[in-house]
């Protein structure tokens, strides 16, 4: 063991000791100031005997210590350099261990080439801006007008393991790696008050981050990877108050899972990269502004993540060449749009998906395309899934219900939605509107007990088709056409509506055709005007209409083209010419309820009754 400094020492500076020592010797600093700019080039340890801010190692320019051999080790030391590196790796291998490392301009520890670094317990940042952030007053012009001071700069093939660090107050990245087959591993690191981003990756550069990495309030991302063929993995890392988490671009591509991001200020994950290889995975995401973003030309997979109380999106799909692919994620309390997908975008929004609770709309598709498959889109505080300005999207097996607005909502011209097999019920408004030129196909869907019309197609050019539909319970019709829209409505079960089944309305025909249903149990199965073309031949209950419809109605019972259920309902026409009545109102009466498909609740039958008292008196007027 050789000593340095201090009374009976061996030598009295640290550059006389590592010349004298022979390979693998122990050199050891007693409490003092050390001169810098010391080449290692022998396997030696460098090691203080006493509290580390007592034994320093300065300059005013670096390196203070050049390693150039392996199986270097540092511990327990100040270093302290005015303009940095602090410490360089050229060549074998150095360990880095509970040291002090100050620079004011330029990087702490600079690692090129075939080596190896580990760093253990280390303090490393910028000793004015520590200062700032601790006294805002005490920054001056200069300070903000300096040189950036860094972390670790790792590149050219280095290999890096960082463990128990503490990096802060850094105005560029705390840690910067570059360059193909540059690898660095992070274990329980701790990075704050970063004036840039946390951790940059660049260039092909590979950067592993698990087991607790903290790092909090950069200015930048937490971490920022770019360039083709670098990948960065992220897991189980608690990231907070920067202004991006994580930022994906330029090829890049990334696997962030089970991490923790709180209070992001812009993008929770902001993916840019066209690389296939993004995954998010398991990561509770809350308070971001945004939490996850894809952005063109961005590809992502998003899944199992609980994004919660967005103050503007959850997920936002962007731009023309953007994918992503949302699988099995939480999406609640958003202030705005939970899941926006626009400008050229696509998305797969598919798999147990549960997007609830938020203040706005649960999907939004605007000129973008998307399958929305086996999700459930509920409580909402308005439309459940709204597409717009030519959107196209596939709607299939989601349950779209308890939403302030419309379940689904359908508009503008060459926008389109193909529902298939989905239960949409208990929304406030409509289950499925569809206006303003937009066109939707529904199959096999269940729409129920919406707050006013189960469907409602309306204004010029707009056309719906609905096939095996179920529309049922709806306080006013199951379907409401608007001419001059139009609506094909077939082998559908429309029952227990409070007004009607099917009510036409606008001073324009309806075009379309209204036919093979099964239509029960509300006040009449058709009202409106100006649809004699389009309603044909339908399985009908009690019937009590007005206008053109209940004609249409009427004349085909006349022409033998239309029978009523079973031979006992009844037609009353209101229309201005007076009362035309089929059958008599008392065999009515006299109809058991199960003739009529459903079991009327005490409102329905109470309205019931109603209509067939004034049927009757003005039969007998």
Known sequence: EIVVGGEGADHATLAAAVTSAAAGARILLRPGT?????????????????????????????PLLACAAPNVTIEGLSLQAEQGPAVSVTAGSLTLTDC?????????VVAAGDVEVTLYGNHIGDPARMAAIADPSAASAADTDRKPTLGLVIGRGARGTLDHNHFSATSGPALFAEGPDTSLVCRHNTIRDIGGSAVEVRDGARCVLVESNRISDAAGAAVDARGAGTSVELSGNPLARCAVGLFVGDDADALAEDNDLTEIRE???WVCSAARGTTIRRNPIRGCEVGVQVSSPGRAVVAENTISDSPKHAIHVQGEHAEAELHGNEVRGSKGIAVLVDEGAGAEITTKNVISGNADRGVRV???????RKNVIAENGEVGVSLINGARATIESNVIHANGGPGVSVSDAETFADLTDDEIHHNRDIGVMVRDGAAARLTSCHLNDNGSWGVVVRDQGTRAWLDDCELAGHSRAGARVNGPAGAWIVKGRIEDNGLCGVEFAGDAPVSGSIEQNRIRGSTS????????????????????????????????????????????SVVVIRAAGGHHVFDTMEKVRAIPDEAFGYQPSAKRAARRTAVAAEARGAAAG
């Open 267 to 269: 993008i929770g994950i």
């Open 100 to 108: 002090e490392i100050a620079v004011s301009v330029g990087p702490a």
């Open 34 to 62: 050390y001169e810098g700019t010391v080449v290692v080039d022998k396997e030696l340890t460098l090691a203080g005997d006493g509290l580390r801010k007592r034994i320093v190692v300065t300059a005013s320019e670096g």
């Open 525 to 568: 199965c058709f009202k409106g005007t100006l649809v004699e073309d389009v309603i044909g031949a339908n399985d009908l209950g009690l019937l009590a209409g007005s206008g053109g419809a209940m004609r249409a109605v009427a004349q085909r019972l006349e022409d033998g083209r239309l029978s009523l259920a079973d031979g006992r």
């Open 366 to 372: 605007d000129g973008a395309s998307a399958v929305l």
